[in-house]
C-alpha cells in the first residue's frame, strides 16, 4: 500500500465509509463543484465598483490617476516619473510597446523583468473594485515578473474591465479563458510588511510603488 | 519541529519576566485586536459569510478523500506531480528527493506552518542544501536560530534592537535601528537569492480541487517571486487545505486577511496551477505538491474534526488572554494559543502537551473571532476530559476535583461547606478586603491578589433577597 492509499483508507474508514471512495462519492463532489456556488457579499461591494476601487486603492496606498484615452498612457507615465523622481527607462508588456513613448522621452523596452529593472509597466485581464485589486494572468506576452520585480508597478486599467467582486473576476475568466492559467496573479497595492514591531513598511520584496492609470 | 510543550508551565513563568516579550505582546495585542475589529465592521454580513464558510469546509472535511482525489486529479491534468506523505519523515524524504534528483544546492521558501511542523529546513540543511526563508519574520528567526512564536507574524516577540543586532551580525553591515531602512537592507540581502534559487518551496493557504491550483496570501511578495522564479516550485501542505471552488477562495479571503490584521485584502493572493507554458518567460518547469497527512487523518470523523476547518488566521491567539500574557514560545511547539492548545495534544500525543488544553480561562473569545467558528473552547475540554479519564492529570488535581464532586453532589454539605469556606476568606481578606496569599495554590496569587469575598454565599444572599422581597410584598 502506497501512502496516499493508506492516507486515503484512513479518511474512509475515520468517516465511517466502507471500501475504497465510489465514483458515485466523485460524481457528488463534482455536481458540487460545477455548481459553482456563491457565497455571501459584502453589500457595499455591489455598488458603483469603479468608485469603490478609486476608494479602495486611496487605502491600500495605491495612487491612481484617469485619462481618457490609451494614447495618454505615455505622457502620464512621463508625469509620474517626473513627480517620483526615477529614472526614465521602463521595462513593460508587448501590448503597449506600439505606444508613442519616444514623444516622452521614455525608453521602453518590450520584454519580461529582470531583477534589475526599476519601472515595470503592465495591463491587468480585469479589476475588482470590492478591494481595489488588479489581476493579472500570466502567459507569454503578460508575465507576472513584471509587476512584481520592479520597485515601481504602472498597471493600465480599463474601465470597461472593472468587476465588482472577486466572484464576477473568475467568472469572467472562465468565460474568455476557460481554466485559471499558471499564473494567477491578484494585487491589491504595494508590497508591504510589519514584521518587524509590528510597523507598517510599505516595499518589501515586491513594488514599493503601485500606479494605476484608469482610461475611460 | 522539537516539541518542547512538556515544559509548558516552566516556560510560560519565565516568559512572565521577560521584558522585552512583555513589550512585544503588549505592543501587538492592541495591533490585532483593534484590526481585526475595525475589518470586520467594514462588512454588513459577516456572521453569513462565517456560516457559509464554516458549512464549506465541513463539507469538504465530511467527503476529504473525494475532494482530495478530485484536487489530484486536476493537478496532475495541469502538469503537477502529487506527492502524498503520511509522516513528517516522508514528507522530509519526497522533498529531498526532488531537489537531489534535480542537483538543486539552493532553496528559497516562504512562510510554511507544515514546513515548521515537519522540520523541513533541518532535513534539507542536513543534507547540504541551502535554504533561505524570505519572509521577513522567518528570514529573522533563522538568524535568529529560533522557532516562530506566531502563526501569522513569526517575529511578534522580537524588539527592533534585537533584529538590528542579528542584521549587522549577518550583513556584515553598519546597525541600523529604523525600520524601512532595516526592512529595505533585507529585501537587498535576499534579492540574489530569489534569483538565483534552484528551488522555492511554499505552503499553501488553500488548494483548490476544481482547478487543482494552490495559492498563497501574503503581504511582502515573497512567496510570488518563490513560486515564480526558481525551474522548480514544491509546495508542502497539509491534506485538510483543499476547498471546493474559486468561488469558495472568494468567500475565505473575506475572512482570512480581516481576522488576522483587519485588512480588507491581503496585497498578494498567488494562484499556481501547473508549470511553465510554452514561451513563458517565468514560472517553474516542475510543479511537486506534497500533501502531508502527518496526524490530521486522526481529526476526519472524530469528535475534534471541527478544527479540521482551520484556516490559519491566528485571530484565536491573538484575542486570548493566556497567549496575550505569556507569547507563543511557551506552547512549546508551532501552534500557538487555542487553535495549538487542540492540535498540539494531538499531533505530537497529550501525553507531551498536557498543560495546553488547561492554559485556558475559558473566556470564549476565540470561538467568537474564528471566522470559521471552531469551537474551541469545547475542544480543549474535551482533551480535559480525555486526560482526566486517561488519569494523565497530577494526582493533587484529580484528588482535589474528587473532592469537588464529593461536596456538589451532596447540596446540604456544599452549602454547609461553602459558607464557613465564604467566611474564613472574608477573614483572610482583612481591612483591605485582598487575599495575598493562598494556600495550596499560591502560585495563582503571586503575581495578583485575589479580591476577598464578602462573607456570605450567593445562595445566602439570593435567599435573603428573596425574603425581603417577600416582606416588601
Redesign the interface.
Known amino acids: 500500500m ?3 492509499d ?3 483508507a ?3 474508514s ?4 466502507a471500501g475504497l ?1 465510489t465514483n458515485a ?2 460524481e ?3 455536481a ?2 460545477s455548481s ?9 461591494a455591489m455598488h458603483d465598483p469603479v468608485q469603490h476601487f478609486i476608494e ?1 486603492c486611496a ?2 496606498s495605491t495612487t491612481i490617476v484617469e485619462v481618457g484615452d490609451i494614447s495618454a498612457v505615455p505622457l502620464e507615465v512621463a508625469r509620474y516619473i517626473d513627480r517620483a523622481s526615477l529614472q526614465q527607462r521602463c521595462v513593460g508588456w508587448e501590448e503597449f510597446a506600439a505606444l508613442d513613448w519616444q514623444g516622452t522621452g521614455i525608453q521602453y523596452d518590450s520584454r ?1 523583468a529582470t ?1 534589475d529593472d526599476l519601472i515595470g509597466i503592465t495591463g491587468c485581464f480585469c479589476a475588482i473594485g470590492e ?3 488588479l489581476l493579472l494572468l ?3 506576452n503578460t ?3 513584471t509587476a ?2 520592479p520597485e515601481t508597478h504602472i498597471c493600465i486599467v480599463r474601465k470597461s474591465r472593472m468587476v465588482p ?3 464576477d473576476a ?1 467568472q469572467l475568466m ?1 468565460d474568455e479563458i476557460g ?21 507598517i ?1 510599505i ?5 514599493y510603488r503601485v500606479h494605476v492609470i484608469l482610461i475611460s | 519541529m522539537q516539541v518542547q510543550s512538556m515544559h509548558f508551565k516552566q516556560t510560560a513563568s519565565s516568559k512572565l519576566n521577560d521584558a522585552v516579550l512583555q513589550t ?1 505582546l503588549k ?2 495585542k492592541g ?1 490585532f485586536v483593534d484590526g481585526r475589529a475595525l475589518g470586520v465592521a ?4 459577516w456572521e ?2 462565517r456560516t ?2 464554516a458549512s ?1 469546509r465541513d ?1 469538504v472535511i ?9 484536487f489530484e486529479r486536476n493537478a496532475i491534468r ?1 502538469g503537477a506531480e502529487v506527492h ?3 509522516t513528517a519523515e ?1 514528507a522530509n524524504s519526497i522533498v529531498l528527493g526532488i531537489a537531489q534528483r534535480n542537483g538543486v544546492k539552493t532553496i528559497t521558501k516562504s512562510k510554511s506552518m507544515v514546513t515548521e511542523e515537519i522540520a523541513l529546513n533541518d532535513a534539507l540543511i542536513g543534507a547540504g542544501i541551502r535554504v533561505m526563508e ?4 522567518e528570514y ?1 528567526l533563522q538568524l535568529a536560530e529560533e522557532p516562530p512564536s506566531h502563526i501569522v ?4 516577540h ?3 534592537e534585537q ?1 538590528a543586532e542579528l542584521f549587522m551580525k549577518a550583513h556584515h553591515k553598519p546597525r541600523l535601528t529604523d ?2 531602512a ?3 537592507e533585507a ?1 537587498e540581502q ?3 537569492h ?2 538565483g534559487a534552484d528551488m522555492g518551496i511554499s505552503g499553501a493557504n488553500f488548494v483548490i ?3 487543482g ?1 494552490t495559492l498563497t496570501v501574503t ?4 512567496a ?2 518563490v513560486t ?2 526558481p525551474r522548480i516550485h514544491c509546495v508542502v501542505t497539509g ?1 485538510e487545505k483543499v476547498i ?8 475565505l ?2 475572512l482570512l486577511p480581516r481576522s488576522a ?1 483587519g485588512q ?20 517553474p518547469e516542475q510543479m511537486h505538491i506534497v ?1 502531508v ?1 502527518a496526524g490530521r ?2 481529526l ?3 469528535d475534534m474534526k471541527d478544527m479540521l476547518r482551520c484556516i490559519r488566521c491566528g485571530a484565536c491567539m491573538n484575542h486570548c488572554p493566556v497567549y496575550q500574557n505569556i507569547g507563543g514560545h511557551a506552547y512549546g511547539w508551532v501552534y500557538p494559543g487555542p487553535m495549538g492548545s487542540v492540535l498540539t495534544p494531538t499531533y505530537v500525543g497529550i501525553e507531551n502537551a498536557g498543560d495546553l488544553p488547561n492554559a485556558a480561562t475559558f473566556c470564549g473569545e476565540c470561538q467568537v473571532v474564528c471566522p470559521v467558528k471552531i469551537p474551541l473552547p469545547d475542544l480543549m475540554r474535551k482533551w480535559r476530559e480525555r486526560q482526566f479519564d486517561m488519569q494523565l492529570r497530577p494526582f493533587s488535581e484529580r484528588a482535589a476535583i474528587a473532592m469537588w464532586g464529593y461536596f456538589v453532589k451532596r447540596p446540604a454539605l456544599y452549602s454547609f461547606a461553602t459558607r464557613i469556606a465564604a467566611r474564613v476568606a472574608a477573614l483572610m481578606g482583612g481591612r483591605e478586603k485582598l487575599i495575598h496569599s493562598l494556600p495550596g495554590i499560591d502560585g495563582w496569587t503571586q503575581g495578583r491578589d485575589m479580591p476577598a469575598p464578602e462573607g456570605k454565599t450567593f445562595r445566602e444572599m439570593y435567599a435573603a433577597r428573596l425574603a425581603a422581597q417577600k416582606v416588601k410584598t
Not at chain 1, 494585487?187 to 510589519?194: E, F, L
Not at chain 2, 524570505?134 to 519574520?137: A, K, Y
Open positions: 502506497s501512502a496516499r493508506n492516507i486515503l484512513r479518511i474512509r475515520q468517516s465511517g465509509k471512495t462519492d466523485l457528488a463532489v463534482r458540487h463543484i459553482r456556488e456563491r457565497g455571501p457579499v459584502p453589500t457595499f479602495e487605502r491600500l519580461p531583477g478591494t481595489g485589486t500570466g502567459a507569454p508575465p507576472k515578473s512584481l520585480l467582486t472577486m466572484e473568475f472562465c481554466e485559471p492559467p499558471r499564473a494567477t496573479f491578484f494585487v491589491s497595492g504595494p508590497s508591504r510588511t510589519a514584521d518587524i514591531e509590528q510597523t513598511v516595499g518589501a520584496h515586491g513594488p | 512585544a505592543k501587538s495591533k467594514q462588512i454588513d454580513n453569513d459569510i457559509f464558510a464549506m463539507r465530511d467527503n476529504l478523500d473525494a475532494y482530495l482525489l478530485e495541469r502524498w506523505a503520511e516522508e524570505t519572509d521577513l519574520g529573522i507574524a513569526p517575529a511578534v522580537k524588539s527592533k533584529v525600520i524601512p532595516m526592512t529595505r529585501r535576499l534579492r540574489s530569489f534569483l480541487a476544481e482547478t491550483t503581504n511582502e511578495g515573497n510570488d517571486l515564480t522564479l491534506i471546493p471552488t474559486l468561488e469558495d477562495f472568494a468567500t479571503i473575506r490584521i480588507s485584502i491581503a496585497n498578494y493572493l498567488t494562484l499556481t496551477t501547473g508549470v511553465k507554458a510554452h514561451g513563458e518567460s517565468d514560472g500533501l497527512d487523518t486522526k476526519v470523523g472524530s
